[in-house]
């Protein structure tokens, strides 16, 4: 990727450029929504890697979602938090590229983490007796290998067909980070490849598991309507609504970037969706999948007995 003859040193990130009295009201709400993020998905992870009851496929596939949370948040918002009081802000081509390719590469695996645990569901609830040799510890793990394989190689195509473009004048990114999108509209070359590409590619891996994801739950919900017990009934309806809100949220966020026509094109509605899909989505991920759950409280409860034990006896005399 270059600009004529001459190679790129730097972008420019006008995505929340704010006026000076609102700069500290956005940096304290986003840095609480990442602190939030950050210490929620964190216990999650503990909790389940202390409680010996939640050594199930159901929180492997949870700790996984929570750590890549962690690794997506990550990705874009220390960087945002920076710019924020910045006059100028600014990210290195180097920086940018890097910046796009963990956040396509996690984003990605964000996708078939969600099937994975629609699947896990719908092994749980519609075929009980099978549960422990359809999701074997070999199984599971290859549900969660196989999806950081088809990431990375996802997003190194995409850098790659990038790579090849030519860039006009414009370095004005209208976005809080580098994204693939926004940097395809600064292009002098053609981008038909890469459109087609985003269409093909980034369909496939966005469509197949939200597909997968609707028709497990779909299946589901017939099962659990022959249920006779209506407290069977609302505890499983309960857990899938939660578990189809977030997706809802986190797949309508994407299409709305990614695969709305140009025409339809809007640099303030991507930032909205960005914000849902890298801030609010991961935010609410913990309470939407755990702090919810009996077996999760419980698994909390006793993550801070210990930890409130060990920081008394380190107070002892």
Known sequence: MHQGN???????????TVGSEQQKLIFMLFLCMYLV????????ILAIINDAHLHSPMYFFLANLSFNDICFTTTTIPKMLAD????????????????????MLLVDLDN????????????????????AALL?????????????????????LHLSLLSLLTICDQRKIPHFFCDLEPILRFACSDTQI??????VVGGAVIFIPFTFII??????????????????KWRTFSTCGSHVSAVALFYGSIVGVYFLPSSAYSAERDKVAAIIY??????????IYSLRNKDMKGALRRLFSKKTFFWRWLALP
């Open 215 to 232: 028709v497990s739950y779909a299946i589901i919900c017939c099962t659990v309507l022959g249920v006779t017990s209506a407290k069977g």
């Open 6 to 16: 001459q190679s790129i040193s730097k972008f420019f990130l006008l995505g929340l």
């Open 84 to 103: 924020i009081p910045s006059q100028s802000p600014t990210i290195s081509f180097a920086g940018c590229l890097t910046q796009m390719y963990f956040f």
């Open 278 to 287: 890298t801030i609010v989505t991961p935010m609410m991920n913990p309470f």
């Open 37 to 44: 993020t950050m210490v929620g998905n964190l216990l999650i």
């Open 194 to 199: 890469n459109d087609l590409t985003i269409l």
């Open 136 to 156: 074997n510890p070999k199984r599971c793990a290859l549900l969660v290998v196989t999806p950081w394989v088809i990431s990375n190689l996802v997003s190194i």
């Open 112 to 131: 078939f983490l969600l099937a994975a645990m629609a699947y896990d569901r719908y092994v749980a609830i519609c075929h009980p007796l099978h549960y």
